[in-house]
């Protein structure tokens, strides 16, 4: 239907309307009369339909509370009486997006599905939880997901809580302790001097009345930013959140502006700690951060100049900072927003971050920022490298990625949430226009100067290691609990048992059919049962095999070359990997790597190498491994692309010693940081290591092993920095064969002609010689490990490969999966036991297992593990339960997929032999998938958890404390 200016639709009335050609979409802006919510409407042809809610939240305090309301609104509604609706319609619905996140000054409810009545669905049961939700009925939430005092079964005191060790876990991390610490250093007396996500040592404060208090004041529509994307029904949408929810709500001011932080008269100087273990040295551990606030988020010229010269600053190899810094022997690496999980402000944010500095440097690391700004200002940037940023910060702009809609969402609210024009970043090719023709006349310049050279609103933060600090931090923790305890009457004591009781009784609850009956679901019969065909088209030209895939990307060209990696030893592997991770960073024959960089960001959207395994189904034995050359680019640059890939692939040097021990000690930082805030994955790929040959080659290369590995040459590189360059440079020679060459390119039909057309320019030089199977043909050593790290929680993993159980994988483990995680695991090790997450994996090949996150429990964790089959024996669901876990299955196993992700998938179904009629098989052993056959998987689950294959990652005291449960500790 078509939309006017001034009208009013369903209580809504429509104040502006525009096409916006960046984002091929025609925007809709809309107020709540009679509720005063905002709605902005995206429509376009994208059938991925994206619903959001959110909430200006500003808190006062460190308590967590808006994190905590966050994950307690989606603990049962007035319309949706389940103990926990969000992870019931998860199981059991198309969904392809759905989730709830907490930032410094706002929190977002986004959900997404393909599926018109899912859409509904979804919409309705965000709409209903942070609206309606039982949070005042029901104090249990607020003991569930916050925190709670336990009585533990040694009779000592603890705190628990889903949200509470969830922050144990986020700030053990000195990257994200350091990022809190720069908000309260630039904006003291704002939202943003507290810890939004909470702080552990104050999360117990939080009371139930300032519970409610927070959720009654900023959970209002006239506090509410409504957004809608994709090709959707908006009429109905509207007469829906209208008539279902916005017409019982008034207009009401709500209080939650952010005052913008006055500027200092001189820079503020911040200091703290962060714990590293006992036997961990503490030189070379400080971080330092140099930080200036600016501008505003809203203003589309000032954030995109932000964004160009951030990407300058601090994520470009070529930075002229990071050269400055690394040159005087200041830090390892820079970090980045990304490692530090940096939020959105009001005001601009430049942090400029290193990391694992020497004691002592701080004067040094801000004169030494603070000249090369000033070299920058008075000699001029160098052009080639603020175009090539400027390119990379347009090509992320245009790129069709995953979760679009979520992306736009986000730019939507960076500048409305700080009453700015809601389109305003999406609008911006007039913007990227004009700075590219500033690159000449000096803006870049006068924008460094005024923002950062001049500016007093700056700060310097120093976060130093302290050994066993997270230690001492844990007795003082245990001794104020256990003194806490003796205060207590036995009647009081009495009072904390029960309510852990009450609170455990209703967490195993069984939902009744009456409360089942109020969550909206879909019918099996509306669930596509056929597979999405993958398009691509095989041929061999000069004995290369080439895949295309011809789509429409926006005029973007994908080119992927898998090299045959087959021929070389275990120890060659580990070799391999680091030339991926070294390739682009070092010079070339022809260019010094800063020169480089700035070329490769100029003409393409980056060009990545990375090893990757492919492991055969049913197997436990056969995978093919490769090394992956991957450069994006836009259609008219694919011959500069496949030139530059040549260069790197041909002529990179590796005898510059002091630039590689630079890039070894950042690629060093990067995985240490990994290890902590994904052990979990770390904690697979050890378990998958022991029971599959194709997931020992992964572990080799991405695992802990190789982790060790570099954390080797980095501290031994004085004397053994020769043999690195050697072994490399030896590798160099061998690797890049095109025998056996597959290339894969993903783009408009002439565009991938082209490539294909002009391959040589990228393949000239190479040999072609045959490669022996030198394949890795033994597992790593099976048992229990454990992985000690400065974390103050940890990762339980535990698992095996069915195959070698004799048993063959099926789709119908999909759902057994989809079961075990909601129906067990979930409620078990998150609700009862504290933890923030619990999950299996599940591949072709026959790995499965299950993984807890940011877990406060290890030995109990492994006592549900080891209880699967009796939960799977005693299992009893209805027909309708089967139906919503077999929807659910079918949700997030077939998930929509963007161009690129077609092409990778089309790609791995090619090298390891999966057919269409294979997944289509696979799609209706999910569909077909009985009660029966799932509770006849217990004695399997048995088998695999007495196994006891096994590995923990995380806190020092607690693998101590159960050592025994171990075989090896690393």
């Avoid at 530059?644 to 630039?659: G, P, Q, Y």
């Avoid at 339980?796 to 789709?811: A, D, E, M, Q, T």
Wanted: overall charge negative; glycine content about 6%; aromatic content about 10%.
């Amino acid at each position: 239907m078509e939309y006017t200016i001034g009208n009013l639709y369903h209580g809504f009335k429509l104040l502006r309307k525009e096409k916006i050609d960046e984002i091929k979409s025609t925007v809709k802006i809309f107020e709540h009369l009679k509720s005063g919510a905002r709605l902005i409407n995206l429509a376009n042809s994208d059938d991925d339909k994206l619903f959001s809610i959110g909430f200006r939240t500003t808190p006062f305090d460190s308590t967590g509370v808006a994190h905590i309301l966050e994950h307690s609104v989606l603990c049962g509604s007035r319309k949706f009486r389940t103990s926990d609706p969000f992870s019931d319609v998860a199981k059991s619905s198309l969904h392809t997006f759905m989730n709830a996140m907490t930032y410094t000054d706002k929190t977002i409810y986004p959900v997404g599905s393909r599926n018109h009545k899912d859409f509904m669905n979804l919409m309705d049961v965000y709409l209903d939880a942070v609206l309606h939700p039982k949070i005042y009925e029901n104090h249990n939430i607020l003991k569930q997901e916050g925190w709670r005092y336990e009585l533990n079964d040694d009779n000592t005191l603890s705190y628990k809580g889903v949200v509470y060790s969830e922050m144990m876990g986020a700030l053990s991390s000195p990257e994200e302790t350091i990022i809190n610490n720069i908000y309260s250093s630039l904006f003291p007396g704002t939202t943003y001097d507290n810890i939004s996500g909470g702080d552990p040592n104050i999360i117990p404060q939080l009371t139930q009345e300032n519970f409610e208090k927070f959720h009654s004041r900023f959970y209002h529509p006239s506090n509410s930013y409504i957004y809608l994307y994709g090709d959707m029904n908006l009429d109905k949408c509207l007469k829906f959140i209208n008539e279902e929810y916005l017409d019982e709500f008034d207009k009401i001011e709500v209080s939650s502006a952010i005052d913008d932080a006055e500027a200092c008269d001189k820079m503020v100087v911040l200091r703290n700690s962060y714990s590293i273990n006992e036997d961990e040295e503490d030189d070379n551990k400080e971080f330092l951060a140099l930080n200036f606030a600016y501008g505003k988020s809203c203003n589309p010229l000032e954030y995109l100049t932000h964004k160009i010269l951030y990407n300058m600053f601090i994520e470009s190899p070529a930075s002229p900072i990071k050269r400055a810094l690394l040159d005087a022997g200041i830090g390892e690496s820079l970090v980045t927003g990304d490692d530090m999980n940096m939020d959105p402000t009001k005001q601009l944010l430049m942090p400029i971050v290193v990391k694992n500095s020497a004691k002592g440097n701080e004067e040094k690391f801000k004169k030494v920022i603070l000249s090369t700004l000033e070299k920058l200002v008075m000699d001029g940037i160098d052009r080639d490298l603020l175009s090539s940023c400027i390119n990379t910060i347009e090509f992320r702009l245009r790129e069709i990625t995953p979760y679009k809609g979520l992306q736009y969402n986000e730019l939507v609210l960076e500048s409305w949430l700080y009453d700015g024009d809601p389109t305003a970043l999406l609008k911006y090719d007039s913007v990227i226009n004009h700075l590219k023709e500033e690159v000449k006349n000096g803006y870049f310049e006068d924008f460094i100067k005024k923002n950062m050279l001049q500016n007093k609103h700056c700060s310097l933060v120093v976060l130093s290691a302290k050994k066993g600090l997270a230690a001492k931090n844990a007795k003082r923790l245990a001794d104020k609990l256990e003194a806490y305890k003796n205060s207590l009457s036995e009647e009081e004591l009495n009072k904390i048992k029960l309510q852990n009781e009450t609170l455990r009784k209703e967490q195993s609850r069984k939902d009744s059919e009456e409360d089942k009956k109020t969550l909206p679901k879909l019918d099996l019969s509306e669930v596509d049962k056929n597979i999405e065909k993958l398009p691509q088209s095989i041929f061999k030209k000069d004995d290369i095999t080439f895949l295309s895939h011809d789509l429409f990307t926006g005029k973007i060209e994908y080119i992927d070359f898998l090299f045959d990696i087959s021929g070389f030893s275990e120890d060659d592997v580990k070799y391999i990997a680091l030339l991926c991770n070294v390739l682009g960073e070092l010079d070339t024959e022809n260019k010094n790597y800063s020169k480089l960089s700035a070329e490769v960001a100029e003409v393409t959207g980056g060009i990545e190498s990375y090893v990757d395994v492919y492991m055969k189904h049913d197997s436990y034995t056969e995978y093919i491994p490769k090394l992956i050359v991957r450069a994006k680019t836009i259609s008219s640059n694919i011959d500069k692309t496949l030139n530059l890939v040549n260069e790197i692939i041909t002529l990179t040097k590796f005898d510059n010693e002091v630039r590689l021990k630079e890039v070894l000690r950042e690629i060093k930082s990067k995985l240490e940081l990994s290890v902590i805030e994904n052990g979990n994955l770390f904690g697979i790929k050890r378990i998958c290591s022991m029971v599959s040959l194709g997931s020992q080659f992964v572990e080799e290369t991405q695992g802990m092993t190789y982790f060790n590995f570099i954390s080797d040459i980095v501290k031994n590189y004085e004397t053994s920095g020769k043999d690195v360059i050697n072994k490399l440079s030896s590798i160099f020679e061998k690797v890049f064969n095109k025998k056996n060459l597959i290339v894969s390119v993903c783009g408009e039909k002439e565009d991938n002609k082209a490539v294909i057309d002009n391959i040589d320019s990228a393949l000239t030089g190479l040999q072609s010689s045959e490669l022996k199977d030198d394949l890795i043909k033994k597992t790593g050593k099976a048992g229990s490990h454990a992985v000690i790290t400065q974390s103050s929680l940890q990762y339980v993993v535990k698992g095996y490969n069915i195959v070698k159980l004799g048993r063959k994988y099926c789709g119908s483990m999909r759902v057994l999966c989809n079961i075990l995680n909601s129906e067990y695991y979930y409620p078990k090790v998150r609700r009862e036991g504290g933890a923030y997450g619990c999950y299996t994996f599940l591949s072709r090949n026959g790995n499965i297992g299950v993984t807890s996150y940011r877990d406060p429990n290890l030995k109990k964790t492994f006592e549900v593990y080891n209880e699967t089959y009796k939960f799977l024996e005693n299992l009893e669901l209805s027909k309708d339960d089967m139906d919503n876990f077999i929807i659910g299955t079918i949700g997030s196993n077939y998930k929509p997929l963007t161009p690129e992700m077609k092409a990778l998938a089309a790609v791995t179904d090619y090298i390891t032999g999966i057919t269409d009629e294979y997944k289509q098989k696979e799609k209706d052993e999910i569909l077909s998938t009985t009660l029966a056959e799932i509770k006849s998987y217990a004695p399997m689950m048995k088998e695999i958890m007495d196994k006891n294959i096994c590995c923990v990652v995380g806190n020092e005291e607690n693998i101590k404390k159960n050592n025994n449960l171990f075989n090896e500790v690393l």
